[in-house]
């Protein structure tokens, strides 16, 4: 008769919460109980468990054996509660002595042969247990470079269970972290690639640098794809902060890149324009797992065929492009991922994607119903929009200058981000892209314009082109422009500037 308690973490979104292993070997009927709000994989441990128990050389103690996982009314999900109770239950059967375990947190599920094998969501469990007593970390050899990215913590690594109760009571057994690959700065797919469109590069420009949502329209064969795909090299690398929070998202998903480390370069998601509900938003059965927009936080989410995606799925963009969040609800509990996305869409002139007005077949009905979608909330929360026409002759042959790279655009851009971050930081605001500032701040002073400057904008809003929200993203691009440009403030012609791509070519 024995009883035993271990720490692990469980995953709740991108958050992670302690939870408490008991485990008690008690006289009685043998059977297992398993207590805590488990979900069906979690409820399965039972039989993981116990082979990985007698295949690693341990008893299975034949007894009434009851397993509880405080806090009871915390949803637990998934394997990684596996190698927790494993422990729990050596030392409640008088296996292991408790000193051994005490001040570690073990994650990783176990197969039926013993070994450990990795999970999702390491890095943000391990995030949740720095911030706690807990002293050490144990995983699997697949967890174990994303494990290190945790400081202030000790991470180990074990093949198997044998060799992790060797390892804790002294002896070979433990994997040490292994070194980390130096960081490569990557500017591809590079932007002179991209012939013409000089229009199009300078709103990729101007999004890059004040992190504003972006339309392209026009036919196939234009370079709409292309300029996105070269978006993300023009932001400026992640912070130490954003990259652990991108990080923390995309080892939840299973995209965790074991060379890569951190992810530092903005990340780029374009779900395909059947995409359901759950894969853009995220969501879906059980725990909810992020979607494209949360994969996307801190980086580019590109839309392609914009009126090809499903009228639901694109009105339920428009409440997490203004907070930078998304909540989704379940009975047992609030899941929020974050998605801090810079928008990019890109669309055809009608249905058929004639290159030329004179070669549309489309019916009038069908047109207007393409184009619908191409207008209302949505359309208004997009800053740039941008009519692309086809590439001549001369821009395709090397007959214009030299087009910049994307090292270049890059330099500019950051010095941009670096100079708004600057002064939006002098004022109290915080260290934010242009974007990311009130309308009501920029309309008082000091940082009020004055009527010479803004008059276009102040004319269109007037005359019913541009609705307030439109006026103060004109304002917000006028910033941009002048940051670009090396300006302390906006002039007459960045205004008039961000006024003609926010209205001049709008579908």
């Not at 390491?122 to 706690?132: H, Y």
């Not at 002294?170 to 040490?176: E, H």
């Amino acid at each position: 008769m024995g009883y035993a308690r271990i720490t692990a973490v469980g995953l709740v979104g991108v958050m992670g919460h302690l939870v408490t292993v008991e485990a008690h070997v008690d006289r009685g009927q043998a059977r297992v109980v398993l207590s805590g709000l488990p979900d069906a994989v979690l409820g399965q441990a039972r039989d993981r468990v116990r082979s990985a128990l007698v295949n690693s050389g341990f008893q299975w103690p034949d007894q009434r054996i009851a397993i509880n996982l405080l806090p009871a009314s915390l949803p637990k999900h998934g394997s990684s509660f596996d190698l927790a109770i494993a422990l729990a239950l050596l030392v409640a059967s008088g296996q292991l002595p408790p000193p051994l375990i005490e001040g570690l947190v073990p994650v990783g599920e176990l197969g039926l042969d013993g070994k450990i094998r990795p999970v999702r969501g390491v890095l943000p469990s391990l995030m949740a247990a720095r911030d706690s007593p807990m002293r050490a970390a144990v995983v699997a050899p697949g967890n174990l470079r994303e494990a290190a990215l945790v400081s202030g913590l000790a991470v180990h690594g074990a093949v198997g269970l044998r060799e992790l109760v060797a390892g804790l009571a002294g002896g070979a057994g433990l994997l040490a972290v292994p070194e980390p690959d130096p960081e490569i700065e990557d500017f591809t797919p590079d932007l002179a690639d991209v012939v013409g469109q000089d229009q199009a590069k300078r709103a990729l420009e101007i999004a890059a640098a004040g992190s504003h949502n972006l339309m392209l329209l026009g036919p196939p064969g234009v370079g709409k794809t292309m300029l996105a795909e070269r978006l993300p090299p023009l932001l400026p690398r992640l912070d130490d902060s954003a990259a652990m929070e991108v990080t923390a998202i995309h080892s939840i998903a299973g995209r965790f890149e074991q060379r890569a480390g951190l992810v530092r370069r903005a990340p780029f998601q374009a779900p395909h324009h059947s995409a359901s509900m759950p894969a853009l938003i995220g969501g879906g059965s059980g725990m909810p797992r992020p979607g494209a927009l949360s994969l996307a936080h801190r980086g580019v989410l590109f839309l392609d065929e914009l009126p090809e995606f499903r009228r639901d799925v694109i009105d339920a963009l428009r409440q997490p492009l203004e907070s930078g969040e998304i909540n989704i609800n379940r009975s047992a509990a609030v899941v929020r991922f974050p998605a801090r996305v810079l928008l990019m869409l890109a669309a055809n002139p009608c249905p058929c994607a004639a290159a030329k007005p004179n070669d549309c077949e489309c019916t009038a009905v069908a047109r207007g119903r393409y184009r619908s979608k191409l207008r209302g909330p949505l359309m208004d929360r997009v800053d740039l929009q941008v009519r692309l026409a086809p590439v001549g002759r001369s821009a395709l042959f090397g007959d214009e200058p030299t087009q910049e790279d994307s090292r270049t655009v890059a330099g500019r851009v950051l010095r941009a981000r670096e100079a708004a971050a600057a002064r939006w930081s002098r004022a109290g605001y915080g260290r934010l892209p242009n974007s990311e500032i009130s309308g009501a701040r920029l309309r008082k002073d000091p940082w009020r314009l004055p009527r010479s400057v803004v008059g276009v904008a102040d004319w269109m809003l007037d005359s019913g082109r541009l609705s307030a929200r439109g006026y103060d993203r004109v304002i917000r691009i006028g910033w941009s422009i002048a940051d670009l440009a090396g300006r302390e403030r906006p002039e007459e012609g960045d205004i008039a500037e961000a006024t003609e791509l926010r209205l001049g070519n709008a579908v």
